[in-house]
T-cell receptor, first 111, second 115 residues
Framework: QQQVKQSPQSLIVQKGGISIINCAYE??????FPWYQQFPGKGPALLIA?????SEKKEGRFTISFNKSAKQFSLHIMDSQPGDSATYFCAATPDDYKLSFGAGTTVTVRA | GAGVSQSPSNKVTEKGKDVELRCDPI?????LYWYRQSLGQGLEFLIYFQGNSAPDKSGLPSDRFSAERTGGSVSTLTIQRTQQEDSAVYLCASSPLRAVPGRLFFGQGTRLTVV
């Protein structure tokens, strides 16, 4: 049973467009929500993270939006570039060692 | 090395054989994790080490799976009598003692194929 549900499974966006990935969770004990980026043949790497006391966090072209009441959060990639083509995983943890990951979204940015 | 190192990168084994997967964490990282990545399934937690102790083995799928860590460093994940459903990418990660929760440093993984 997946504790974090992620959608879509894949998406294609034109260069310069906006990529949006959505995640939902049920466990109200989750207190920290990181996003990981994975390139083919590599391990996932932390991209950006948010705590539920903040509704939005922005780092460069990457923004997390968080809706605590709806138990949903999303990643927006603004001005998408071909180098952003990767698989993105949302995750959640009750502020300890164990991460629950979403199933992943493969993003393809077409030049 | 600077990052988490896993070996081998790829392993093809026959059903029923035992396999050992190795992880060298980042030097000084006290926490070590094993995750399994199956196609379309995301990352599945297997086991967590703090030093040489494994306070959480709850993710190991069956008693065919075991892991150990020695010297607070290298870890080995062993799968006995491999089955086809064990085919996946096995990822190791490490983190420092007082890390930001959820801040894991992953290796490149070992792709295991059971034929």
């Amino acid at each position: 049973q997946q504790q974090v549900k992620q959608s879509p499974q894949s998406l294609i966006v034109q260069k310069g467009g906006i990529s949006i990935i959505n995640c939902a969770y049920e466990n109200t004990a989750f207190d920290y929500f990181p996003w990981y980026q994975q390139f083919p043949g590599k391990g996932p790497a932390l991209l950006i993270a948010i705590r539920p006391d903040v509704s939005e966090k922005k780092e460069g072209r990457f923004t997390i939006s968080f809706n605590k009441s709806a138990k949903q959060f999303s990643l927006h990639i603004m001005d998408s570039q071909p180098g952003d083509s990767a698989t993105y995983f949302c995750a959640a943890t009750p502020d300890d060692y164990k991460l629950s990951f979403g199933a992943g979204t493969t993003v393809t940015v077409r030049a | 090395g600077a990052g988490v190192s896993q070996s081998p990168s790829n392993k093809v084994t026959e059903k029923g054989k035992d396999v050992e997967l190795r992880c060298d964490p980042i030097s000084g990282h006290t926490a070590l994790y094993w995750y399994r990545q199956s196609l379309g399934q995301g990352l599945e937690f297997l086991i967590y080490f703090q030093g040489n102790s494994a306070p959480d083995k709850s993710g190991l799928p069956s008693d065919r799976f075991s892991a150990e860590r020695t010297g607070g460093s290298v870890s080995t994940l062993t799968i006995q009598r491999t089955q086809q459903e064990d085919s996946a990418v096995y990822l190791c990660a490490s983190s420092p003692l007082r890390a930001v929760p959820g801040r894991l440093f992953f290796g490149q993984g070992t792709r295991l194929t059971v034929v």
